[in-house]
């Protein structure tokens, strides 16, 4: 199937093969057509599946559209014949200029999003695609000025693509007029309810229209998003690109059990000494980040930190680095890493290890998109033990033990994990350890698997 075969209006099309898609993701190909049919939505999808676009096309199909009786969407027998009337600086077939749409200020379309740094992204989005459209497009969310946000917002726009907190905030000052919203996406709808975003969400939803077209898209669905979906979708088509919390096929995910003095001698070697692409380090904390760039730094290579203490132009900064390839390593905590929507990630590695499962699958998430391999590495120490048995459970597999560095204080070392006189089950891990499930070996596996992505181009 392409993109041409969905339905979508003329114009979509050709902003869509323009950066070079001519055929939907599974998320896509399953979630348009229920849009543009004016159904409710509950997409299971993880980042990297394309699901920005499964929402962003079909909305602009929608606003660009005539709508449908029941307020819901276009009617298939309603699609507008002269579709180059909706392009921009295109006369119709009466010879004039397409109506401003959205001219009374009111936003048509709302996407509430947890970061700033997502936010930009699904604005990008819908600029990009709704490119040959005269539709207005902006985005709100704090941590900056409002002052350029509010000037954008009175002169009208069709799509306002927000963080809960920014856009209360906005509301309450009257700035902004929800009453006209004809379609709400909640997109990451797990990271915002981590985030607290929820009761600001139902705040948001008491000033929207009753009759709407609502979608919630989630990574994970937790009870808590379950109870919210019920609450907000009405008859709801459900749309899956992949099993709930699963993590991908075409990642190899490793592990190394190691004392928490030797992981950033270890990050380094992995770092330095090897190719690895383009690579995404997690911290728990904002200080750790800034620690670990500082030794990496120190020790030759080029890296970034992105986290929530950070001003939006450093985040920026750092993530534009990153994806221009200029930084090669960037590391974040996770709620900043909820914006970091880049390609040719070859390596994620949990420098710490996260404290929930899901967090762990959103992590190694961030690589192998788009159809590419990836590899996963974490670095567990003896107090974190608990949380590695808690995500193996969640994926249902063991991560392969590595111990290609037995000049460290490797998995199993009496020193370190017998310390407290648990008596360890496992062999030394400074031989070779089982087979992985890609064919890896320990000392082989993802620190000499060669990467398709850009040469890191770092220095020892």
């Not at 904002?286 to 620690?291: L, N, Q, R």
């Not at 990496?296 to 890296?303: K, Y």
């Not at 499930?437 to 000392?443: A, E, L």
Request: aromatic letters at 4%.
């Amino acid at each position: 199937m392409r993109f041409h075969d969905l339905g979508l209006l003329e114009p979509i099309v050709r902003a869509v093969a323009a950066q070079g898609y001519t055929t939907p993701t599974p998320i896509q190909e399953k979630a348009i057509p229920q849009i543009i049919a004016g159904n409710d939505v509950l997409g299971c999808a993880q980042t990297g599946t394309g699901k920005t676009g499964a929402f962003a096309l079909p909305i602009l199909h929608r606003l660009a559209g005539p709508i449908a009786e029941n307020g819901r969407g276009p009617r298939q027998d309603q699609r507008p014949q002269h579709n180059d009337r909706f392009s921009k600086g295109k006369r119709n077939h009466k010879g004039q200029r397409p109506q401003n749409i959205g001219s009374s200020g009111k936003p048509r379309a709302l996407v509430l999003c947890p970061t700033r740094e997502l936010a930009s992204q699904i604005l990008d989005s819908f600029v990009t695609y709704g490119k040959h459209m005269r539709l207005k497009h902006t985005v709100v969310y704090g941590g900056v000025s409002q002052h350029h946000q509010v000037r954008k917002l009175r002169a009208g726009v069709d799509v306002l693509v927000a963080t809960p907190g920014r856009l209360l905030d906005l509301i309450n000052q009257r700035y902004i007029d929800l009453s006209a919203v004809e379609v709400l996406v909640l997109d990451e709808a797990d990271r915002m309810l981590d985030m607290g975003f929820i009761p600001d969400i139902r705040k948001v939803i008491e000033q929207m229209p009753s009759k709407r077209q609502t979608l919630l898209f989630s990574a994970t669905m937790p009870k808590e998003i379950r109870r919210l979906a019920d609450a907000i979708l009405r008859d709801p088509i459900t749309v899956e690109a992949a099993p709930e919390a699963s993590t991908a096929d075409a990642i190899a995910q490793y592990v190394y059990k190691i004392a928490r003095k030797d992981k950033p001698t270890l990050l380094t070697r992995l770092l330095g000494s090897h190719d690895t692409g383009r690579t995404l380090v997690f911290s728990r904390t904002k200080h750790g980040a800034d620690k670990l760039v500082k030794a990496l730094r120190r020790d030759g290579i080029e890296a970034g930190a992105i986290h929530g203490n950070k001003t939006q132009n450093a985040r920026m900064k750092a993530l534009q680095g990153f994806k221009s390839g200029k930084i090669p390593v960037l590391v974040a905590t996770d709620i900043a890493s909820r914006g970091i929507d880049v390609d040719q990630i070859s390596h994620v590695i949990n420098f710490d290890m996260p404290n929930e499962p899901e967090s762990y699958i959103h992590r190694i998430g961030r690589t192998a998109r788009a159809g590419a391999s990836g590899i996963a590495i974490s670095f567990c120490d003896h107090d974190e033990r608990g949380h590695l048995k808690a995500i193996e459970r969640k994926i249902r597999m063991q991560l392969e033990v590595l111990g290609d560095h037995p000049d460290l204080a490797l998995a199993d070392a009496p020193t370190h994990w017998e310390r407290k006189g648990k008596k360890s089950s496992r062999k030394s891990t400074s031989g070779s350890p089982r087979k992985s499930r890609g064919g890896s070996r320990s000392g082989h596996g993802p620190a000499r698997k060669k990467s398709s992505a850009p040469s890191s181009g770092r220095r020892r």
